[in-house]
């Protein structure tokens, strides 16, 4: 039993024997009047909690990835009360290990995604840290910018995560963890509220190191979120009139909105940025307010991608793939597939690596390591090759990272992750869990071990150099040089065989710039030159 500041817990022990805390309550539930306000602590309980099963799912609509799960799509799922969070520990822990910690913010769009989904038995035992898994507010309920609402905020999932922060600094010592060292780790929308958290004043002093894991440093301007943008984001003033029935609803008729008018009225497409309310984050780009250290903490930082990133879109477009046997689909143009997915994990990564560490170090914003993700060795099912179809597609790190293969992606997993690469992949997720643990212990510690090998900090005005992790049969664990830029990609783009049939620059570009428009708004004009036609 470990005692917290709002009263004790009783955890279990993994498969593995590290010792478990699952669905310990970090805040108020944010029901009934706390909907969309700042998050507060939890209350006192007198009953030791039992925690050995995983919270609620904080609502969200379920999608094709829990279809893997036999589920059903399009159900909303969940319960507002919902703010808990996962602590995992080194079986032979104790309160006097003064271990480093690991706070894993998951992804999914900030609409999807919840703590079950990553167990951090493996990385907490492989490397001898603590970890917390976070669940916080989703969709509408985490990111929402009315004039109704008076706390005049609009980042609620980012207060979830401060909340969950102060918990971890003010308890994480029970469970056999250092609260002054904590490194945030994140993978998508994750990564991306890692970089939030990185910019937000409130989060100064939670955290003293950052892993993004294929995150852009994306936000919203309060107007977007407010009002919308067109066809293109839906603002929360227009969606709160559908929820409503009213034109200027007040925050008692918001508050007092049901989660069923609320999650139709903003459709399945919604995927928040975070937002520059002015208050949680200030009114500049993200990328600006991290690099010029708006937060007043600049910490040590590591940025990567997977190669195939883009492959995780194109895998079940029926526009690029078609339906092979068994089921499983097949490229329809196995070298315009490849192409397509290129240019678009190129520009990605140009955006949320390349030039985005570039400007980190000009600004000296701590030092700065890189990394892309290369694994591909899937397996083939009848006609279809799943190392091409996905290969090292966008979230593929993951269980990576946490050392577990099982419960990835349902079905999915017995076809990915396969006897004949079991050696393999196991050697990859060995080398990211040594460089993820050991980064986290600290700069005093990072030096060369046979799992991790040197990973220097990259220098201004410097060719830029990434660690690549990859099977030992394709090179292994190394640092490559990379030199990547939008106009290098545009050009390489006009004159690429792949794309010569009259639409498919042009597809290309409208993907591109539906993808990143709103992040680089030169997007559009450096692609002008490329596709001519005006409905980019």
Known sequence: MVQTDAGSVIGGVSENMARTWLGIPYAK????????????????????????????????????LDGLFGMPKGV??????????????????????????????????????????????????????????????????????????EDGIANFAL???????????????????????VTLFGESAGANNVLALLAMPQANGLYRAAIAQSGLPASAPLSWARDGLGDRVTGAVPSARSFTDKSNPTADDLRNAS???????????????VIRDGKTLPDMPLDDAVAQNQSGSSVPIILGSNRDEAKYLLAFDPYMTKKALLLFPKAKDKAYYNAMSYYMTGVWRTIGVT???????????????????????????????????????????????????????????????????AEGRQAVSQAMMSCWTQFAYGEARYTMTANCP???????????????????????????????????????????????????????????????GLLRLDMESNLKDVCPATDL
């Open 159 to 181: 207060f979830d995560l401060v909340q969950a922060l102060q918990w971890t600094k003010n308890n994480i010592q029970k469970f056999g963890g250092n609260p002054d060292a």
């Open 259 to 273: 989660l069923n008018d609320i999650f139709a009225a903003y459709g399945s497409g919604l995927t928040p940025a």
């Open 355 to 421: 030039d985005f560490t570039q400007k980190l170090v000009e600004h000296d914003a701590g030092p700065v390591r890189t990394y892309r993700f290369d694994w591909d060795e899937e397996s083939k099912v009848g006609m279809s090759d799943l190392g091409q179809l996905i290969g090292a597609a966008h979230s593929m790190e993951i269980p990576f990272v946490f050392g577990h293969f099982e419960r990835f992606l349902g079905k999915l997993d017995k076809r990915l992750f396969t006897k004949n690469n």
């Open 76 to 149: 909303l799922r969940g319960n507002e009360d919902c703010l808990y969070l996962d602590v995992y520990a080194p079986s032979d822990s104790t309160a006097d290990s003064d271990l480093p910690v690991m706070f894993w913010i998951h992804g999914g769009s900030n609409v999807w995604g919840r703590a079950e989904q990553y167990d951090g038995s493996k990385l907490a035992e492989s490397g001898q840290v603590v970890v917390v898994v976070v669940q916080y507010r989703l969709g509408p309920l985490g990111w929402f910018a009315h004039p109704a609402l």
């Open 454 to 516: 040197a990973w220097p900090v990259i220098e201004v005005n410097r060719p830029q150099s990434t660690m690549v992790f990859d099977s030992p049969s394709t090179g292994g664990s190394r640092m490559e040089t990379e030199a990547l830029s939008i106009s290098k990609l545009t050009a390489e783009m006009k004159t690429d065989p792949a794309l010569q049939k009259s639409d498919r620059t042009c597809e290309l570009s409208r993907r591109l710039v539906q993808a990143f």
């Open 29 to 64: 539930p944010p029901v009934g009047q706390l909907r969309w306000r700042h998050t507060q602590a939890a209350e006192p309980w007198h009953t030791p909690v039992t925690a050995l099963e995983h919270a609620n799912w904080c609502p969200q609509m379920t999608n094709g």
